[in-house]
Nanobody, 126 residues
Framework: QLPLVESGGGLVQAGDSLRLSCTASGRSLTYYAMGWFRQAPAPGKEREVVAAINRGGRTTYYADSVKGRFTVSRDDAKNTVDLQMNSLKPEDTAVYHC?????????????????WGQGTQVTVSS
């Protein structure tokens, strides 16, 4: 098991920034590729990838909707994976989850991820 815990969500205004953080209590994230996903509250809205980072942190992936605004990073010494979110928009409102993939490669495929956190709420008001 890999107990992932997200933090850093909150209520902000459009144009503001937030930094989300993901860690695992008692377990190292070093050997996992990591992803950030979100699920908006609208009925029927599916969970979607936001960003991913490979083991080692040299390769990243971003959804088109967040490119240029969000940055994913990892600090293996601190055992954290962060998502810096700038220029937030109301459509970024969602529950944000981090996830860990036992393979080394950053991927947008939800079913590639083996472990998921409970999520942190991000609400962006207009």
């Amino acid at each position: 098991q890999l107990p992932l815990v997200e933090s850093g969500g909150g209520l902000v205004q459009a144009g503001d920034s937030l930094r989300l953080s993901c860690t695992a209590s008692g377990r190292s994230l070093t050997y996992y590729a990591m992803g950030w996903f979100r699920q908006a509250p609208a009925p029927g809205k599916e969970r979607e990838v936001v960003a991913a980072i490979n083991r080692g942190g040299r390769t990243t992936y971003y959804a088109d909707s967040v490119k240029g605004r969000f940055t994913v990073s990892r600090d293996d010494a601190k055992n954290t994976v962060d998502l810096q979110m700038n220029s937030l928009k109301p459509e970024d409102t969602a529950v944000y989850h981090c996830a860990a993939d036992s393979t080394p490669w950053a991927t947008r495929a939800l079913d590639a991820y083996d472990y998921w956190g409970q999520g942190t709420q991000v609400t962006v008001s207009s």
